[in-house]
Each structure stands twice: as structure tokens, then as C-alpha cells.
């Protein structure tokens, strides 16, 4: 029986937290900060999580013996490693890479790099900074269409253009680098060829030595249905994915998931936590298209309902290297999740609704996403995305079916979601 601290506050930790609080060896949860859904299994705690100190005297003073990290940017920033370096917090497990290790997500040119040093499939590229500006302008000149443009560094999701002329690519390079369309995250920008399939994620659960695969999964990222509209992020998933079937799964492992692990055991990253493989299948052969230091929102909200470990102890072995152990068990039904989301999003976004109707939900599970608690303790819209509505089924239709009869029963004012959620596979 242990005290665990999860960092981050949308529906991937919500469903991080039930998974947690309901394992026989979860003493007490902390959230930090959490959200409405959150406080239903733990408490929520108000710390900055980029004031490390006050993290670490956090799980001191609650003998916090598991930490678990929701969102990248505190891996980024190297929270992992401040707690390495100090001998009182070193021995907590600690699930989350290090700020090297985080670098897969944290430099999109570090991950193409490393790519192509381990033989690691992916799309071809070359990197372009203001010394080289000239050079990347004429790179562009005789480049296939259409060409994606990506931020070196964290852009909030926004910093992938894909562009459909010579022009367009040439405008946005020096709106980039010159311009520092992103900030400081393009100074450098990745000139990378298209890949064109049919995109899905893997999940890869690291100790630093063994690793374990999680299920696969399918988000939704446009706002609208068929998907198009603006780039969100993400509306609804679905695992499994239809095609990942066994055959292509082992390539994802052996060219990938293996060739990854290896590559950072050889640039002597000790790498702890969540790998998250955004994959291409082009034409039946898995391309990466980006590394993530965390699990995915909203695949987690799909991933995790079909884990049937007990959460404490597979985020246990994670922690102290012992994966070895650990044999995932995965629930053979279909997940789907479907966002509901406020009116604006992915924009300017309206909040503070009330909501209700979460009672009547019958057979889903609900994440909350984006709420809050009013003093008077009524449920308020709180984020663009609001509420995962997760539902299992014996196929996408039948989950699907589900999820879309519960989100009518939930009510706010001009609540948005997608019916489509798994649409190509229907
Ligand atoms: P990212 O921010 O890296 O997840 O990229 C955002 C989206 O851009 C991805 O989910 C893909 O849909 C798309 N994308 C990124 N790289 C490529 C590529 N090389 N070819 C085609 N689509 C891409
Ligand atoms: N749903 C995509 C992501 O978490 O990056």
C-alpha cells in the first residue's frame, strides 16, 4: 500500500487515476493539479509542477513512494532529473524520462536525427536554421509536393505545416526561422517529405533496460466530421486499430519499438516511461512520424480501459527496472472515445457551463477532460475539451453506439462532438 503522486490535469490523467486508485495498492492519490473527475479518486493538490522544489518537498512531506508524469512539458523542463540528483528523492519510482530522454518529443530535429543514426524508418528530411535559410530556400526549390515544415522544438501542437506549393513552403520557412513564426521552438525547422497512409500510434512502456507494448490506438485530431476542419487536440480514439494486426505489429517491433529502445541504450539514455510511436502505415510498412515523451489524451482514454494489470504494479515495475516481470494483459474488446467539447474549440473557446446529466450515463466511463467545481459544488465546463465519454464494444460500431447514446444524456450549453469516431473502419 503505497502513496502515488500523478502530475497532470486532463482526461489522460483522469484515466491515469482511476486506474491507480483502483489497484489494492494504492494507499492515497495525489493529483497534481487534476481537475473535477480527478478529485473523484484522489486528492487534488495546487502546486506549480515548474516549481520543482516544492514537487519534491511535496512527496517528502506525503511519503510519496510511486511519481507519475502526465504531460511532457515537466520532462522537458527535466523534473525527472532534478529528482535524480537529490539523494532524499532519488529512491521515489519515477515513471517519465529524463530531460535527454525527453528530447524525443523536445527536438523533433534530435528524433530525426537518431532516426536515421539507428535505422529507424521515417520520412527523409534536412534541417535548416537563419545560417542556412538560403541554402533551405533552394532545398525547397526541387522538393516533391507537398512538403511538411516542423518546428524543431514544442510548439503546443501547432507547429506541423504541411504545404501544397514551392511558395507556400518558402513563405513559411522564413515566417519560421526568420520570422520565429513558433518562437524560439523554430529557430531550427524540419524539412521532411509527405507520407501518405493511414496514421496510428503505438505505446511503449520503458524501465530504462526491458520494455512492454501497449495496445495500439487511433486518434481524431480535426474538429469536424470526416475529418476536416482545424487540427484540435483530438476529438476521440479507438484501439485497437483495425489494421495493426498481428503481421504489422511485429514490424513496428522488430524495425522499430526494438531499434528505438537499442538507440537510446547506445546514446546512454536510461530511458523510464512512456513512449508514444506516431507511426504512418504507408502502403503496409510502419513510418514514424514523430516520438512522444508520454502517452497520448485522448488515447490513453482508450488504452488504459484495456490494460488489465493492476496500474500500481505495472507503474512499479516501470519504475524500479522491473518490466521483465510484468506480462501486459489486454482486454480483446473494442475501446472508443469521443470528445465532448465547448463551442469555439479549437479556438477561442467558451467555458464555465454548467453540466449535468453525468447520473444517467449508463455502461461508459467518463474522463473529464476540461471541469471544474464551482464552490457551490455544481460541475463546470473548464477546457476546450470537457469530457472523454469511453465505452467498450465488441467492435467500433457497437462502442461507438454506446459512447454517442451517453453523450446525449450529458447536458452544457452548446456542447460539440464528433459522431464519427472510427468512421473509415465502419
Ligand atoms: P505532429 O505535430 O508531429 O503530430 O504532426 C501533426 C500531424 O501532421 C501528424 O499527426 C500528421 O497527420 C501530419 N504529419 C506530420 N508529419 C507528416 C509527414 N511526414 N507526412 C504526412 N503527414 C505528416
Ligand atoms: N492525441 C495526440 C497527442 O496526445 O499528442
Not at 490535469?9 to 497534481?32: D, T, V
Not at 485497437?240 to 514490424?251: E, G, M
Request: charge should be negative; glycine fraction near 10%.
Amino acid at each position: 500500500m503505497i502513496h502515488i503522486l500523478l502530475i497532470g490535469s486532463g482526461g489522460r490523467e483522469h484515466a491515469f487515476a482511476q486506474a491507480l486508485a483502483k489497484s489494492p495498492n494504492c494507499k492515497q492519490l495525489y493529483i497534481m493539479p487534476g481537475n473535477a473527475g480527478t478529485s473523484q479518486h484522489g486528492i487534488n493538490v495546487s502546486i506549480d509542477v515548474n516549481q520543482f522544489h516544492l514537487v519534491g518537498q511535496f512527496c517528502l512531506d506525503n511519503q510519496i513512494s510511486l511519481l507519475v508524469v502526465g504531460p511532457e512539458d515537466p520532462l522537458v523542463k527535466g523534473l525527472r532529473d532534478f529528482f535524480m540528483a537529490d539523494p532524499k528523492l532519488a529512491g521515489i519510482a519515477f515513471v517519465g524520462p529524463d530531460k535527454a530522454g525527453a528530447q524525443m518529443e523536445g527536438s523533433k530535429d534530435w528524433s530525426k536525427k537518431f532516426m536515421q543514426k539507428y535505422g529507424i524508418p521515417t520520412a527523409a528530411y534536412q534541417t535548416f536554421t537563419q545560417n542556412t535559410l538560403e541554402e533551405g530556400l533552394a532545398y525547397l526549390e526541387n522538393h516533391s509536393l507537398p512538403i511538411v515544415l516542423k518546428a524543431d522544438g514544442l510548439a503546443a501542437g501547432k507547429g506541423v505545416l504541411i504545404c501544397h506549393s514551392v511558395e507556400e513552403a518558402q513563405a513559411e520557412l522564413k515566417e519560421m526561422i526568420a520570422a520565429q513564426k513558433f518562437g524560439s521552438a523554430s529557430e531550427k525547422v524540419v524539412v521532411e517529405e509527405f507520407l501518405q497512409g493511414i496514421e496510428l500510434s503505438v505505446f511503449v512502456l520503458c524501465d530504462g533496460k526491458n520494455y512492454v507494448l501497449l495496445p495500439s490506438a487511433k486518434d481524431y485530431k480535426r474538429i469536424g466530421e470526416g475529418d476536416t476542419g482545424l487540427n484540435t487536440g483530438g476529438m476521440g480514439a479507438i484501439s485497437p486499430v483495425p489494421f495493426a494486426n498481428a503481421a504489422f505489429l511485429q514490424k513496428v517491433e522488430t524495425q522499430i519499438v526494438s531499434k528505438t529502445l537499442a538507440g537510446l541504450q547506445a546514446e546512454g539514455i536510461h530511458y523510464v516511461g512512456f513512449i508514444f510511436v506516431g507511426l504512418m502505415n504507408v502502403n503496409g510498412e510502419p513510418k514514424v512520424i514523430e516520438y512522444n515523451s508520454r502517452m497520448g489524451d485522448p488515447e490513453t482514454e482508450v488504452v488504459l480501459p484495456r490494460i488489465q494489470n493492476d496500474m500500481v504494479e505495472l507503474m512499479m515495475a516501470a519504475g524500479t527496472g522491473k518490466l521483465n516481470e510484468v506480462k501486459i494483459e489486454i482486454d480483446e474488446r473494442t475501446a472508443v472515445t469521443v470528445m465532448l467539447v465547448s463551442k469555439g474549440y479549437p479556438e477561442v473557446f467558451e467555458r464555465g457551463k454548467v453540466m449535468s446529466g453525468m447520473d444517467s450515463v449508463v455502461g461508459s466511463t467518463l474522463f473529464h477532460a476540461g471541469t471544474k467545481l464551482s464552490e457551490a459544488g455544481e460541475l463546470l465546463s473548464n477546457g476546450g475539451r470537457v469530457m472523454a465519454i469511453t465505452s467498450l464494444g465488441s467492435n467500433i460500431q457497437e462502442a461507438l453506439n454506446l459512447s454517442l447514446q451517453n453523450a446525449e444524456r450529458i447536458s452544457y450549453e452548446n456542447k460539440y462532438y464528433r459522431k464519427d469516431i472510427g468512421f473509415e473502419f465502419l
